[in-house]
């Protein structure tokens, strides 16, 4: 693997808009999300079902389907905008410099192939090998990834694996190809949690092995916490809040964070009640004016018509809500300072 | 799955009625249901015309327990474990191969099918997946309502009165009584399974990992909801769940199931605070816990579950066990099977050597381990 300096990111999605032309009506399942990843970073993104964090990976991979559309922004890749590379360049940088992981093995593998066969197809479709070569490259790769037995197993059909193994045979088609980003969308929800326990450490281990960048998407809290360097939460399409996994977990500012923190059991900790969140995630076709969250949110308030901006709180730590930083209701007027607070007098003005 | 209903029982008496505050309050801490050697095995059929038994699979294998009044007990197990076999058996939802299961001291395997339709209603379920568990082509008024009405405790003019009241109960707006499933998201539509559930006005129902299919801010709606009809309603719970947590959270006492065995039941404190058998240990190990700073050193096991159709010889955990490991691989876990002991204060454990999981044990055997990659 060649790896190249600079000082540019490896990844950074600028204002990337995916939305989906259905019968009933648009559905803007991605709405101007932006957010980079570093060298050797793991980024978790993090939310609940059709908040747009799959849809989020799927564009940068370029792999949307009717009715589905890119309809706005770019995804560089070390300053390449792939959203404007031609079909054949992007088949070339998917597999070779991004891969990617899906929830369920399954589906994923190809039934009437062993697992050795389409290791090695991937491996000799990105690198000028021979068959033997590829097929000994699938046998390493499988062992890399701590299948016992290797040698058979890479004759064997997915269906004759276990869910952790199929897996592993995702991972190692994954990096078989040495990606400097590997996308990973729900690698261990469907897996018990002792297996899950072996992925993950797998994962690290050969992230540190290959210096690899995972943006890792799950809407497991304890994973992202477990992984992450960073973190994006999503809600409704768009990023509300982002910032490093510490400040995240210790100081949420979002209200959605705040209280999808509250509401998870923990180990240890027996609690009478649990917080909710009230309400359900609204309807794409029919989102409210103004702060997508504003009717589940305890803290709404009239600014909240208006949509809040993603504003930088604290150092790196960007959240999207009219709450100043202290997480304070803002004052509004002509005695309002504060950037904040400037934007939400502005936005009350500005004609809707 | 799909409907599962009790369509068979007989007729319950109205809501308004209840004796469940009478029950929570008189009875509570009796045991309610009681399991005895409970064995559920499923024949693998080969040979030439597939008609040959050539083995089984050991789904639930000699298993007994105990539900009190008013309790809820959590099952915990990983995928294959037997734990939703298991909770289908003691309702008779599928025939038992052989043991007894006791509700109130009635044999329920032996009762014939009008003394089983009187016994189910108090016996109920919700199932784990709300998308597949309710007939599409039935209104939330005809699925709630389908068991009183069949059972002749309401008629269809009443129906309507009981259904509403029901679905107040478990927060779901009454003017939806005539939508169909479809129209309603997931955590609705697991309020309208438990909404069914309660319409025999039963005292035990059996949770089948019913908010693993939710999402994260719905999960807790629902466990509340739960937590506050069994408070209101003297219910009695036994929750089968995959996620370590969330059966902390709910449960009074916990059983943990490895293929097809039970091999620790406690106190949910002493459980999750001192496990003692070593697969309990691993299990909470791998929970990985939503606070960055808390990254723990985990204990990995090795390998996947053996199959349930040969499970190993003596202990079942034997091959992927630590302990075992660290006492330098002792004979008896693979000769003997361990017995499922009290090893005080009513703390069960099928260990042989449940005395050696120490917190030292733990700790040494984590920084033990070897490198996850190859090569």
Known sequence: MTVHRSDRPLLEIQDLRTHFFTQDGTVKAVDGVSYEIGDGKTVGVVGESGCGKSITALSVMRLIEQPGRIVGGSVLLRGRDLLRVDDAEMRDIRGNQISMIFQEPMTSLNPVYTCGDQISEAVSLHEAVGRRQAWERAVEMLQLVGIPDPARRAKQYPHELSGGMRQRVMIAMALSTNPELLIADEPTTALDVTIQAQILELMKSLRERNRMAIMLITHDLGVIAEMADDVVVMYAGQVVEQSDADTVFAKPHHPYTTGLLASIPRLGEKRQRLEVIQGVVPNPLNLPKGCLFKRRCPHAMPVCDTPPPLQEIARGHLSRCWLTPAGEPPAVGPEATGELAEAAASALQAPA | ?375
Request: glycine share 8%.
């Open chain 2, 1 to 375: 799955m799909s409907g599962q209903t009790w369509a068979d029982g007989a007729a319950i008496e109205p809501i308004e009625a209840s004796a469940s505050l009478v029950r929570a309050n008189g009875g509570a801490g009796r045991v309610l249901l009681r399991a005895e050697h409970v064995v559920k095995h499923f024949p693998i059929r080969g040979g030439l015309l597939g008609v040959t038994t050539i083995g089984a699979v050991r789904a639930v294998d000699d298993v007994s327990f105990e539900v009190r009044r008013g309790e809820t007990l959590g099952l915990v197990g990983e995928s294959g474990c037997g734990k939703t076999t298991l909770g289908k058996v003691i309702l008779r939802l599928i025939p038992a191969t052989s043991g007894q299961v006791y509700v109130d001291d009635r044999p329920l395997f032996d009762l014939n099918a009008t003394q089983l339709k009187e016994a189910r209603r108090d016996l109920q379920v919700v199932f784990q997946d709300p998308y597949a568990s309710l007939n599409p082509r039935m209104t939330v008024g005809e699925i709630v309502g389908e068991g009183p009405l069949v059972h002749g405790l309401t008629d269809k003019a009443k129906r309507e009165e009981l259904v509403r009241e029901l679905l107040a109960k478990v927060g779901l707006n009454q003017s939806h009584i005539h939508r169909y499933p479809h129209e309603f998201s997931g955590g609705q539509r697991q309020r309208i399974g438990i909404a069914r559930a309660l319409a025999l006005n039963p005292e035990f129902i059996v949770c089948d990992e019913p908010v693993s299919a939710l999402d994260v801010s719905i999960q807790s709606q629902v466990l509340n909801l739960l937590d506050d009809l069994q408070q209101e309603l003297g219910l009695t719970y036994l929750f089968i769940a995959h996620n370590l947590a969330v059966v902390e959270h709910i449960s009074d006492r916990v059983g943990v199931m490895y293929l097809g065995k039970l091999v620790e039941l406690a106190d949910v404190d002493p459980l999750y605070a001192a496990p003692k058998h070593p697969y309990t240990v691993a299990l909470l190990s791998a929970v990985p816990e939503p606070d960055p700073r808390r990254r723990k050193k985990r204990l990995v096991l090795k390998g996947d579950v053996p199959s349930p159709a040969a499970p190993p010889e003596g202990c079942r955990f034997n091959t992927r066990c630590w302990l075992r490991e660290q006492l330098g691989n002792p004979e008896r876990c693979e000769t003997e099977e361990p017995v499922f002991r009290d090893v005080g204060a009513g703390h069960l454990v099928a260990c042989h050597f449940s005395e050696e999981v120490t917190p030292q044990a733990i700790a040494s055997a984590a920084e033990r381990q070897l490198p996850v990659i190859g090569a």
